[in-house]
């Protein structure tokens, strides 16, 4: 991210997703949705290697079919309404929610790490606000992908040793939360990107604090508060309470608008994802016990996103 066209590239794809949140029309938000892609693509070369040129392209097609089917469909639907169906399954398939992630852990497995945090964060908002401008009739079908979303990133999660790995099943079931936020009345959605990215931010801070690849490496000893902030972000992840990830899902459990199988499915998900973060880091906590802190060893920025995970969105709830 030295070079000074790395920055251009990302004030491309800001701009964009600026361009699809404030567009009046199809055509607008599809060329925002365009640009979005080829201002990443560039991002997501850090080292130059053939690896990166594979992932670049296993990236490229989906978000291409994506693109190609919601333009498609766009057009058809002036005279169909029924097709604006296609256009809400083609935004999901550039989310990666599932069934249609097929692409999405092997990109994450082969990007860097700031692109693989700017693929979980960024290059979900423009996709979910597009879904959310969609005809309300379609919310039915929009429920169903919501509901796989959460159970299949909970399961996919399961016996999953490295931590990247945690994070790409993690955002497909966050993914299907999103996507349920949608149908309500209040702006949960908006609260719940803005949460989910804090959450991300202070995960991939620790990250590159420590060279943490596998969930043993958890505990470092040189560096026991980012340990503890990585292991307190990723259960805040998860949605133990009354961290921040518990209060972003309660309001998604509190507003929205929709049937009880998909709530139960939800919660399901959540609790099968909570399971296994509590499994991989009850061991390294306790070891973090048995570690004497020094706090000259503590960074601001640790201190501050370790506080966002201890002291929720608490405030927010006095707004709904």
């Not at 989906?62 to 498609?72: D, E, H, K, N, W």
């Not at 935004?91 to 860097?112: E, I, N, Q, R, S």
């Not at 604090?209 to 990585?230: G, R």
């Not at 307190?232 to 899902?249: E, Q, V, Y």
């Amino acid at each position: 991210m030295k070079s000074p066209h790395k920055f251009l590239f990302l004030f491309l794809m800001m701009a964009s997703t600026c361009m699809v949140l404030s567009s009046s029309n199809w055509l607008m938000t599809w060329m925002g949705l365009e640009i979005n892609m080829l201002g990443f693509i560039p991002l997501m070369y850090m080292k130059d290697t053939a690896n990166e040129s594979e992932t670049v392209v296993k990236y490229l097609i989906p978000q291409s079919l994506g693109s190609t089917v919601f333009i498609a469909s766009a057009t058809i639907s002036l005279h169909l309404d029924n097709i604006q169906s296609l256009m809400a399954l083609a935004m999901c398939l550039k989310l990666g929610a599932a069934p249609f992630h097929f692409w999405f852990p092997p990109v994450m497995a082969g990007l860097p790490l700031l692109p693989a945090f700017i693929l979980l964060t960024w290059q979900k908002i423009a996709p979910i606000f597009t879904i959310s401008a969609i005809s309300p009739t379609l919310m039915s079908k929009i429920m169903l992908v919501a509901s796989i979303s959460a159970l299949w990133g909970g399961i996919g999660g399961m016996n999953q040793t490295d931590i990247r790995s945690l994070l790409t099943y993690s955002s497909i079931a966050h993914t299907g939360w999103m996507l349920a936020s949608i149908n309500s009345a209040a702006p949960v959605l908006s609260v719940y990107i803005m949460a989910y990215v804090l959450i991300n931010l202070s995960i991939f801070t620790a990250l590159t604090s420590t060279s943490t690849k596998f969930h043993k490496q958890l505990l470092t000893p040189k560096e026991p508060y980012n340990s503890l902030l990585l292991a307190a972000s990723i259960l805040s992840l998860g949605g133990l309470p009354p961290l921040t990830g518990f209060i972003m899902k309660l309001l998604v459990i509190s507003y929205t608008q929709t049937s009880l199988f998909v709530i139960f499915t939800l919660i399901l998900g959540a609790l099968i994802s909570l399971f296994y973060y509590l499994s991989l880091t009850f061991s390294p906590l306790l070891e973090l016990t048995k570690t004497r802190l020094n706090k000259s060893h503590i960074s601001k920025p640790s201190m501050v996103f370790f506080l966002a995970q201890i002291l929720p969105l608490s405030t927010l709830m006095f707004l709904f």
